[in-house]
């Protein structure tokens, strides 16, 4: 009898101890990569995850840093100290940056997560880092924690970033070249054609495949984090689950699950009281994100097809984001139908009863974003990933057009005739908020959004 309680009591210690152990790793380590469109996905996780009762750590670099004391007081944010300035990513480009951000932040990681470890002892349940910050994984290597990758961008676009980094490089160039080829659709992945594999606007094509090799090299990572959902992408992420053998987490869009503010730019609200004397779906917003520069020509060819369309607009124009200079005609331009911020508060804007349709770059929060509030959408995308969310929000959704080619004031004027008075706009404008219901219900209770996350959870508490 003895034997057989010491034999209990023994057991019930060890329980103990394990859910204590299970208990004090509750922390989740963050590394985005210091860019608008990154940073605000990783806050909005960061948050989701806050509220299951995780403590959030936050590892930034030294420039675009999150505001910790006013955003998020509950969170921790660690600067990385070697890190590179942002001079470096204009003398550079995008490509080579990304390359040289990584090896010069693999050292101060693994010093960033040494410092939490002596600090908070062993209390990291997972790294969960951005696909463009791959050097995180050697940090988690080393101190034996869990690590997954968290992409901001859409299934579809990593499925093509991993497929073009298996290619031949100097084969596909040319074969490319043949124009049957750029337009045939890869296997069972419409509409992903050939053409949406050979990247455009990034650069040399050197550099964009060392770097594309690097992110589809997982190595250790044992979970892959999506933001989208299963009824805007299920094929690519069946393709996904098959190809990278780990669990894919598609728990998207993270800004409805938990709403954070964590825009970089300041937003200008004087827009929200604009909006608010403009009749009901008749006002075309204009953002074209927080990264890409526009010429003089086409800021003023967009602004003359605008005004001759006779609906208002709200346009967001960024300092600095017009190649040379702001041109004075513009703003006699705008001043009768228009209004003009440097940065506005979208999901608010987009959410605005005047708003009937938006004209995007076609960057992935800006799409969830419009889907969310059942905004048709004008495509105007500069590179690759954003002409495949177009390729989706034109040909895959039904809940957009594309303006392709030279932009001209003739073309402007029709493309938002048509989005936001004609009757293919009001058609276009069912089915976005059909798909809006979709995308709503899958991160309620029960929807595949929701229920990814729960497994995310059950996943970080028991690996």
Not at 120 to 126: E, S, T, V
Not at 246 to 274: F, M
Not at 427 to 448: N, T, Y
Request: hydrophobic share 40%.
């Amino acid at each position: 009898m003895y034997r057989l309680c010491r034999a209990v009591l023994q057991r019930v210690e060890r329980e103990k101890e394990q859910m204590e152990k299970s208990q004090a790793k509750r922390r989740i380590v963050l590394a985005p990569i210091p860019g608008q469109g990154h940073v605000t996905p990783f806050m909005q996780l960061g948050k989701s995850l806050s509220l299951k009762g995780f403590s959030i750590t936050v590892a930034q670099g030294q420039f675009n840093q999150v505001n910790p004391s006013q955003d998020f007081p509950e969170f921790q944010f660690v600067t990385l100290p070697e890190s590179l300035p942002g001079s470096e990513f204009e003398r550079l480009g995008p490509m080579k940056f990304l390359l040289k951000y990584n090896n010069t932040n693999e050292a101060s990681f693994k010093d960033c997560i040494a410092q939490l470890l002596m600090q908070h002892g062993n209390d990291i349940a997972c790294i969960i880092y951005d696909e463009f910050m791959y050097s995180c994984e050697a940090a988690a290597r080393e101190f034996k924690i869990p690590c997954a990758i968290f992409t901001t961008t859409s299934a579809i676009d990593y499925v093509s970033c991993y497929i073009f980094s298996k290619l031949n490089l100097e084969k596909f160039s040319s074969d490319i070249e043949d124009p049957e080829l750029k337009e045939k659709v890869v296997e069972n992945l419409y509409p992903l054609r050939y053409k949406h594999l050979l990247p455009t606007g990034l650069g040399p094509l050197e550099p964009v495949m060392e770097l594309r090799r690097e992110i589809v090299n997982k190595r250790t990572a044992s979970a892959f984090i999506v933001n989208t959902s299963s009824c805007l992408e299920n094929s690519s992420l069946s393709w996904l689950q098959q190809e990278l053998k780990i669990p894919v987490y598609p728990l998207g869009p993270v800004h409805i699950s938990a709403s954070a503010p964590s825009s970089l730019l300041k937003e200008d609200r004087s827009c929200i009281e604009w909006l608010n004397k403009q009749k009901p779906r008749s006002v075309i917003y204009i953002s074209m994100g927080s990264f890409y520069h526009m010429e003089t020509k086409e800021v003023l060819e967009m602004a003359w097809g605008l005004s001759n369309s006779n609906q208002p607009f709200l346009w967001v124009i960024r300092s600095g984001s017009i190649v040379n200079s702001f041109p004075d005609e513009l703003s006699k331009m705008v001043s009768e139908r228009g209004y003009i911020v440097k940065w506005a508060p979208q999901i608010e804007v987009l959410a605005h009863p005047s708003v009937g349709g938006f004209w995007s770059h076609c960057g992935w929060n800006s799409t969830l974003e419009s889907i969310a509030e059942g905004v048709p959408m004008i495509c105007r995308p500069f590179q690759d990933e954003q002409k495949l969310n177009a390729a989706y929000i034109e040909s895959v959704w039904s809940v957009g057009i594309q303006l392709e080619g030279e932009v001209e004031r003739g073309q402007v004027e029709r493309a938002v005739k048509r989005l936001i008075v004609d009757e293919e706009g009001a058609c276009m404008r069912e089915r976005a908020l059909v798909l809006k219901e979709k995308v709503k219900a899958s991160v309620r209770d029960g929807g595949s959004s929701y229920n990814a996350l729960d497994e995310l959870i059950k996943y970080l508490e028991t690996d």
